[in-house]
């Protein structure tokens, strides 16, 4: 009878043990592209995802005791954008750069994420989604089929979604009679914002642009700050932010969403 109780209280034990991991795991899905065409796909530049706005927001969930998983539409390693190495995006916090590069360049889980279609098997893992951004989604992600279901269904289940720059465009994947963030108040990289990268950074045109045109729309509201400034917001679940200059304030309200759950 003692070891029946004991393997009882063993079996309870590990079960409370599992729900406290899954409680507290966050799905971090990111883009493999590596190539964006501009100009009409005259020229092509190097993408990917922006690495700092990938690694504050990692950083600061994991200090909080939150576990990461991480997944790309083929399971491939993500791509990060070299322009996103330059030191002026690393201002906010320049001691973290070369562990994001280390992180980058040598973690084996980064290396081998699941697809999609395989996180969405495993949605009852996660209590939180964080999608950070760099043109390189609006190539892969924005037009994968899995996208619209993944955010849908962390949506629909009223977990924390946080969305990162460029990725709020995802948003307009979900045809607008499905869409579960129709009248949210969100945020995005700012038509001035993709008009100085178009300009000066990338010399040329996507064929994906106008993201916050294409979010006012669908019938989402948007607010915006200022060029190159530190902004975000939070409407229920959802946290979007503006731009590789937002991690304090993204991490500030995304953590907060989060600890809600």
Known sequence: MKKIIVLITLFTLCTLMLLQAQDKKVLFVLSAEDTLLLKKGKKERQTGVFLNEFYFAYHAIISEGYQVDFATPNGIKATIDQESLDDDYWKENPALKQPAIDFWENNDRFANPMTLNEALKRIDDYIGLVIPGGQGLMVDLYYDANTPVLLKSFAEKNKAIGLICHAPALITSIPKENNPFVGYTVN??????????????????????????????????????????????????????????????????????????
């Open 188 to 261: 995005s990289v700012t038509p001035f914002e993709e008009f100085y990268i178009e300009r000066f950074i990338m010399k040329g045109k996507p064929k994906n642009r106008k993201i916050a045109k294409q979010l006012k729309k669908l019938g989402l509201k948007y607010e915006k700050g200022g060029p190159g400034k530190s902004f975000a917001v939070r409407d229920r679940n959802l946290v979007t932010s503006q731009n590789p200059y937002s991690g304090s304030v993204f991490n500030t309200k995304f953590l907060e969403l989060l600890n809600e759950y």
